[in-house]
């Protein structure tokens, strides 16, 4: 079950606020009904819960600066025209780079290819000008995530995580903690791949039955799925990607 309310609380007023504070208070005596209901229906030792969550929440900007924070909101429409007014100095007039799609920048492959301009150029010109911005702490090129052979730097292994061949864009910029991309509609977001945003409970409720086990190593979300297969008997889905924790029956 996706109880995703929480996520439109946050987005809307920040993981700070008396309204996220209070949001938790009821969803945590919704959930204790909802527990008490499976004790009389199902019987308390006849059933296994796993509690987690897909994101966790950075915090507010405006919050994060009041505590001395560097933190900001980051415009993506001015650093795209500054990015193209750095671009046209070196490259000459155009609209090389199309839009941002979430973090990403999109080149106008057809721009580039009508003037002969090297790809490679163009993109170490896209990244200095782009590590400029004052909430950008990394970028990457298409061909530094494709290419096995790049040097390993901060971000690169989470960045290439969430980078699909044929639909993500030419240039994956990476915000600093406490950054966020300016949005009218959201007073905070997640989706970065630091700690406030990676770090989510994994919780394991269970009957008698069901051993406790130890890891001191990282677990991740996709340990469930291969987790809760071997406690069923059941092989782990095809596509999962994790390790069975050490617990079971």
């Known amino acids: 079950?996706?109880?995703?309310?929480?996520?439109?609380?946050?987005?809307?007023?920040?993981?700070?606020?008396?309204?996220?504070?209070?949001?938790?208070?009821?969803?945590?005596?919704?959930?204790?009904a909802f527990f008490r209901d499976l004790d009389r229906r199902v019987g308390r030792d006849n059933y296994l819960v796993v509690l987690t969550a897909d994101h966790g929440f950075m915090p507010a900007p405006e919050h994060a600066k009041s505590k001395g924070i560097d933190a900001g909101r980051l415009s993506s429409s001015q650093a795209l025209a500054r990015l193209n007014a750095g671009l046209a100095k070196r490259f000459g007039e155009g609209q090389w780079a199309r839009a941002m799609s979430a973090q990403a920048v999109l080149l106008d492959h057809a721009l580039i290819a009508s003037r002969g301009v090297d790809r490679a150029a163009l993109d170490a010109e896209a990244r200095r000008i782009l590590l400029e911005e004052p909430g950008l702490v990394e970028v990457f090129t298409r061909a530094e995530i494709l290419d096995p052979a790049t040097p390993e730097r901060a971000f690169l292994a989470q960045v290439r995580r969430q980078f699909h061949r044929d639909r993500s864009g030419d240039l994956q910029t990476v915000l600093k903690p406490h950054w966020m991309y300016s949005s009218s509609s959201s007073m905070t977001t997640?989706?970065?791949?630091?700690?406030?945003?990676?770090?989510?409970?994994?919780?394991?409720?269970?009957?008698?039955?069901?051993?406790?086990?130890?890891?001191?190593?990282?677990?991740?979300?996709?340990?469930?799925?291969?987790?809760?297969?071997?406690?069923?008997?059941?092989a782990a889905p095809s596509a999962s990607e994790g390790r069975p924790l050490p617990i079971g029956p």
């Open 190 to 234: 997640h989706g970065s791949p630091h700690p406030y945003d990676t770090h989510v409970p994994i919780l394991f409720w269970g009957p008698k039955w069901v051993s406790a086990g130890r890891r001191d190593g990282r677990v991740e979300v996709v340990d469930i799925a291969p987790t809760l297969a071997r406690v069923l008997g059941v």
């Open 1 to 32: 079950m996706s109880l995703s309310s929480h996520d439109y609380v946050n987005h809307a007023w920040g993981a700070e606020s008396r309204l996220s504070h209070d949001h938790v208070l009821q969803l945590d005596n919704l959930l204790a």
